[in-house]
């Protein structure tokens, strides 16, 4: 079992729909969270960090439940823009040396117009 | 301000051949990271620099992968002899401060194919 699970996808919505992705983390020692983009052959860039008490930014919002070991991420409002892979990302530290980001395979999302 | 630059961003070679990928992270930044993605997959870490000390090299396969950053800026990432199983993007990321911080920015990759 992967350390970080989400759906492939794709997710194929349409401009002006919402859309979920959720996320599942196996590491109870993980301490931080968070949302990577990634646009096709480009490399991630970091879209958002999440907290447990959930955190927005404009059309997007992202939860924790650490009791779960669920993250999720919400796109309001969907634009044609939006079409790229979102990773799910876990960092994970014991400190020291093995402290590292754990990616997810991605959730692929397609836009329509 | 510059972004992490890789070499080249292609790279086509025969099974059995070496080649060398080459990244130069963004100014002041000491923390300097090299990933492997293959299709469909996320980032995995292969190697993690603060400065010029490998803190992390567990995932690294070191029969034919090797790294170096001299200096504690740029670093070149080489396989010898890559295999076909080697097909892949290795992308460089770096971070300003040392621990493994998530703020990590990445370079555009270079996509390696072997035949």
């Known amino acids: 079992r992967k350390e970080v699970e989400q759906d492939p996808g794709p997710f194929n919505v349409p401009e002006g729909a919402t859309v979920a992705f959720n996320c599942t983390y196996s590491?109870?020692?993980?301490?931080?969270f968070f949302w990577y983009r990634q646009d096709c052959r480009k490399e991630p860039k970091l879209l958002m960090s999440v907290y447990s008490s959930g955190n927005e930014d404009g059309r997007f919002t992202a939860q924790l439940n650490r009791a779960s070991q669920y993250i999720s991420l919400l796109i309001r409002d969907s634009k044609l823009s939006d079409s790229a892979t979102y990773l799910c990302v876990v960092y994970r530290g014991y400190g020291g040396a093995t402290n590292k980001l754990i990616f997810g395979t991605g959730t692929l999302l397609a836009v329509q117009p | 301000e510059a972004g992490v630059v890789q070499s080249p961003r292609y790279k086509i070679i025969e099974k059995k051949q070496p080649v060398a990928f080459w990244c130069n992270p963004i100014?002041?930044?000491?923390?300097l990271y090299w990933y492997l993605q293959n299709l469909g997959q996320g980032p995995e870490l292969l190697i993690r620099y603060e400065n010029e000390e490998a803190v992390d090299d567990s995932q690294l396969p070191k029969d034919r992968f090797s790294a170096e950053r001299l200096k504690g800026v740029d670093s070149t990432l080489k396989i010898q002899p890559a295999e076909l199983g080697d097909s892949a993007v290795y992308l460089c990321?770096?971070?300003f401060g040392t621990g493994g911080t998530y703020e990590q920015y990445f370079g555009p990759g270079t996509r390696l194919t072997v035949t």
């Open positions: 990321a770096s971070s």
């Open positions: 100014s002041g930044h000491n923390t």
């Open positions: 590491n109870s020692a993980s301490q931080s």
